[in-house]
């Protein structure tokens, strides 16, 4: 359904309203802004590509495309279906693709 095999996660449950509920507590352009600081700040190399690690819904990333060559990551499918959405222009990864990326390498 979601493009990638269900794997419980905390959010499994909460995914609908994942954004409903962060979206009073976060503001995500400040910290997408803050984000793109500290890696211009630290970074080294010219690279422009990131990898958002547990992206969940994709809202940061709507930000960070603008900056970089982006990829989000999560474990969640409900998530991702909903990141996907948002951000149709990024690669969204999913466990089932990281896991058998793993295996491959031996791991």
Same mark, same amino acid.
């Given at each position: 359904m979601f493009g990638d095999s269900v794997m419980p &996660? $905390?959010?499994?449950?909460?995914g609908?309203?994942?954004d409903v509920i962060?979206? &009073?507590k976060k503001n995500y352009a400040a910290e997408a802004d803050r984000l793109? *600081? %500290?890696?211009?700040?630290? *970074? *080294?190399s010219r690279g422009r590509a990131l990898l958002d690690v547990a992206c969940g819904t994709g809202v940061h990333i709507s930000f960070l495309r603008r900056k970089f060559e982006v990829e989000g +990551?999560? %474990?969640? $499918? *409900?998530? %991702?279906y909903i990141a996907r959405k948002r951000n149709p222009r990024v690669r969204f990864l999913?466990? +089932?693709k990281i896991r058998l990326g793993l295996e491959s390498l031996g791991a």
């Open positions: &996660t $905390p959010f499994s449950r909460s609908a309203y994942y962060y979206a &009073t793109y *600081k %500290l890696i211009q700040r630290y *970074k *080294k +990551l999560d %474990l969640d $499918p *409900k998530l %991702l999913g466990w +089932l």
